[in-house]
């Protein structure tokens, strides 16, 4: 039998062109494109699971699975990602 203990919860941050007005993070994804984080990698696969688990369909624009490339794309106006917050710092 296993026991099974917490270490670290990894959050995610939204993040959107400066030039972007709105503040709910859900329609934000829901209603511009998405600059996916690769679905193959863990923390895709966890970006993947939270739009499936509050139902919400994105538009991909662009699928990338270096995290500065994507952060590129989005300051460039392509569209919003998910990310982990550790991978930005």
Known sequence: ELSVQVI??????????????GDDPLQLLAS???VRYDRNSFGGRLVTRFLREQQIDVQVALELDELEAIV?????????????????W
Do not use: N, Y
């Not at 990894?10 to 062109?17: A, K, R, S, Y």
């Not at 590129?72 to 930005?88: D, F, I, Q, R, Y």
């Open 8 to 21: 670290r919860r990894e959050p995610f941050v939204l993040i959107v062109p400066a030039d972007l007005e």
């Open 72 to 88: 590129k794309m989005v300051e460039c106006g392509l569209g919003v990602s998910l990310l982990p917050e550790a991978g930005l």
């Open 32 to 34: 511009h494109p998405h």
